[in-house]
């Protein structure tokens, strides 16, 4: 497949925002799949009926149908590499969970992008269990969390009225920040990712797990330490260009008046940084450009976009996101984002840290594909470790696990723990 499959009309009418990624969702595997390795069989068991009674709860039932009903491609991952599914994954609203057909020990668990982005999934697994009674107790924070009686996750739009009603942004803030939100999208990236040389077998999807040093060097953040690594995948070497990354910003976290309650949804928004790659540039410089990126506060337009594009016909946008989707790869091949975040920072809204996993439950998240030929970053930040999944996505004929392997070894001071292809039903 080139580019997404025909669209054809959803059961449900979707948000701009919300057509976008069932678009998405048509030209590759868009679900966030989060691998749970637990120290017993027996505990990955409770893991996963805990994780299958939470989906099954209300509302979150009800929002997780709607949005399987929006994706016009579902998928049933057989294999990630060297970990096969076992057989009868378990449909309980927005995830599908199933054990490891090899090792008892380990939960898989695949949560739909459309009822919410990687921190409503986090949300959504600790909720489910520790209503298991699987958590440690103790204060922590429960901001993100579907209203009662809520019929849908929360959208860009959504953010933007809520803005727009607490006076925090209007439509001259949407238009300050339409040149950082727009300007990469109309210019080709500036470096382009590495080919690899060789023979090429099959295996246009694949993903490697690595483990990545847990203090940056040269400073900056954990986040920036990744993004900076991944700069030496680019380009040849002796040719230094600037590379264009994506990088995800959850708006819960910057948006003053979006830091209450109640706001699970897809809130969080991708914005461009142009920076210099290579294997010797160092984190602080990444971390300059993301503050500078988290300054302009691109992602009012975004949410402007999204209320004003509510009301042109679907098709409409769904053929506008097409082509958006079609060119993603050379303005922006690859993306940055943190899938799952366990390292004890307090939530600026109730001031509680969020809750954590018990140390027997180790996780891994795996990104979505992103279409077509580009690279999505996933970052597991724990307290304990930082893990880098690189999932590629490669034109037809060409091999993506032939193209990480040739690259990781680029990955400074990475540790690769496991790779291969995704192979999907
Ligand atoms: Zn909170």
């Excluded at 302009?296 to 999204?306: G, N, V």
């Excluded at 077509?372 to 597991?380: E, N």
Aim: proline share 10%; net charge positive.
């Amino acid at each position: 497949m080139t580019g997404p499959a025909p669209a054809s009309p959803p059961a449900v009418r979707g948000w701009p925002a919300e057509i976008f990624l069932a678009r998405l969702n048509a030209a590759a595997d868009t679900d966030v799949t989060v691998m749970l390795r637990c120290e017993t069989a027996p505990r990955a068991a409770a893991v996963m009926a805990a994780l299958a009674a939470e989906g099954r709860r209300q509302p979150v039932a009800k929002i997780g149908v709607r949005a399987r009903q929006l994706e016009p491609v579902r998928r049933a991952p057989l294999a990630f590499g060297p970990v096969r599914l076992g057989p009868s994954a378990d449909r309980a609203g927005p995830v599908d969970v199933v054990r490891a057909a090899d090792d008892p020990s380990v939960v898989i668990a695949r949560w739909s992008h459309l009822a919410g982005d990687a921190r409503s999934c986090q949300e959504f697994l600790l909720d489910g269990l520790e209503r298991a009674g699987l958590l440690g107790d103790g204060p922590a924070c429960r901001c993100v969390r579907l209203p009662a009686g809520a019929s849908r996750p929360l959208v860009p739009a959504d953010a933007w009225t809520i803005l727009r009603e607490k006076r925090s942004a209007g439509p001259l803030d949407a238009l300050y920040a339409a040149g950082p939100a727009i300007g990469p999208m109309i210019r080709p990236a500036p470096a382009r990712l590495a080919a690899a040389a060789g023979p090429w077998p099959a295996g246009r999807d694949a993903f490697a797990s690595v483990t990545m040093p847990s203090a940056p060097p040269g400073g900056g953040s954990r986040f920036a330490a990744v993004t900076a690594a991944v700069g030496a995948l680019f380009g040849q070497p002796g040719r230094r260009r600037p590379a264009r990354f994506g990088i995800t910003v959850d708006i819960r976290r910057h948006e003053e008046s979006m830091t209450g309650p109640d706001t699970a949804g897809n809130l969080s928004l991708v914005g461009w940084i142009d920076c210099p790659s290579g294997p010797d540039v160092p984190a602080a410089a990444v971390h300059a450009r993301v503050q500078s990126l988290l300054k302009s506060r691109f992602w009012r337009q975004q949410l402007a976009f999204d209320a004003w594009l509510g009301n042109r016909s679907p098709a409409a946008v769904a053929r506008a996101c097409d082509t958006l989707i079609g060119r993603l790869a050379d303005r922006a091949p690859v993306t940055v984002t943190e899938l799952w975040r366990d390292d004890g920072t307090p939530c600026a809204s109730c001031g509680h840290r969020r809750r954590r996993l018990p140390t027997d439950i180790s996780p891994v998240v795996i990104p979505p594909a992103m279409p077509p030929a580009g690279l999505t970053v996933g970052i597991t930040r724990t307290e304990r470790e930082t893990i880098a999944v690189l999932r590629r996505m490669t034109r037809p004929g060409t091999s993506a696990l032939a193209w990480l392997h040739a690259v990781t070894p680029r990955l400074r001071g990475g540790e690769v723990t496991m790779s291969g292809t995704v192979d999907l039903a």
